[in-house]
């Protein structure tokens, strides 16, 4: 009788154990699925066994919204969690900026590891997006490496508006990446390098106004489209030459404007410039304003206000408003 009693009790005793300790792995599973959701990794051995002996929660969310009070006031835990949302977005490793920024998020705004590794992979392809436009617009290419990164790690933009105009205070501060930036419109625009009165005139231009690389190709885009229908090169003279109206366009043709809205077009090689003077060759007719030397060869004929003209070989000379002529 007293063997069975012992059996009895003993059967009772180890069902308990294997009760509670069923009841202690259950509760230890809550607490690793609540560090997960919540911070992003398992416990520690000792974690694990704090929040088990703890009476104060039944619930894994219940244990969630006590890491989201901690979380919220722990620096070293927001790093790490910051730390762990850049590598699981395969982000280079965050600058202290960056992690001065997101600590005032969690701080201000906690939230779960999945919630707060989205909102940082937006962010930095938000961001990512900025300096990419922001690179096209003001250089006329994409950023390389050392640049993202640079920029990707500093805070101080709010939209790629404010970033382009920091891109122009830099280009405002550097002749040489200015070059770059006239000699990248170019080629976007015309699919070559300026010539040297055009790196001229640009250059004043820049100095004048600091001008975007997406600026200046606009400028050449609007004079493209805006050049008027061009008459071949046999038009009559008989049509007048408006007053200061001519100029040589960004295909090195000469253009001379009349008065009908037309233009004379001379070709590349039809004329050349030498020593701030236009030299004709082969007919072409030329007008001369405001002091600019004209020299005509080969019967060209020229029209001159208030400049000086020197005509050789039967070319014919027009005056007008005191210009003076040597032949």
């Known amino acids: 009788m007293r063997q069975f009693m012992f059996l009895s009790v003993l059967v009772c005793l180890v069902a308990g154990s294997v009760s509670v300790s069923a009841q202690v792995t259950v509760r230890g599973g809550i607490v690793t699925a609540s560090y997960q959701e919540a911070f992003g990794w398992e416990p520690t051995v000792d ?65 779960v590891f ?15 997006a900025m300096i990419r436009g922001s690179y096209q617009q003001a250089f006329g290419r994409p950023s390389d490496n050392g640049e993202y ?9 709010a939209d790629q508006n404010a970033l382009t105009e920091l891109h122009r205070q830099y ?14 419109s170019y080629q976007l625009a015309f699919g070559r390098d300026p010539v040297p009165g055009e790196w001229n005139f640009w250059r004043q231009q820049m100095q ?22 061009l008459v071949n090169q046999n038009t009559t003279w008989g049509q007048k030459i408006q007053q200061g109206a001519w100029h040589i366009n960004n295909a090195l043709e000469l253009l001379v404007k009349l008065t009908d809205g037309n233009y004379l077009k001379f070709p590349a090689g039809s004329y050349k410039v030498e020593g701030g003077r236009i030299l004709s060759h082969n007919g072409a007719q030329l007008i001369g304003l405001d002091g600019a030397s004209l020299i005509g060869n080969d019967a060209g004929s020229l029209i001159s ?23």
């Open 114 to 128: 999945v919630q707060l590794a989205r909102d940082i992979g937006a962010w930095n392809s938000n961001r990512a």
């Open 171 to 184: 280009i405002r501060a550097n002749s040489g990446v200015a070059d770059d930036v006239i000699k990248r």
């Open 305 to 327: 206000n208030n400049s000086s003209l020197i005509g050789m070989d039967g070319a014919t000379l027009i005056g007008a408003d005191g210009a003076s002529f040597r032949r």
């Open 208 to 229: 004048q106004r600091t001008m975007l690389c997406g600026e200046l190709v606009d400028a050449h885009n609007r004079w493209k489209s805006s050049t008027p229908a």
């Open 149 to 157: 990164n640079y920029w990707i790690g500093r805070l101080d933009f």
């Open 47 to 111: 974690e694990r066994r704090y929040w088990e002996g703890r009476t104060d929660w039944q619930t894994q969310q219940q244990l969630v919204n006590m890491h989201l009070s901690y979380q919220k006031g722990d620096a070293g835990t927001q790093n790490r969690m910051i730390q762990t949302c850049y590598a699981f977005n395969v982000m280079p490793t965050p600058t202290e900026a960056a992690y001065q920024y997101w600590r005032g998020q969690i701080s201000n705004q906690p939230r």
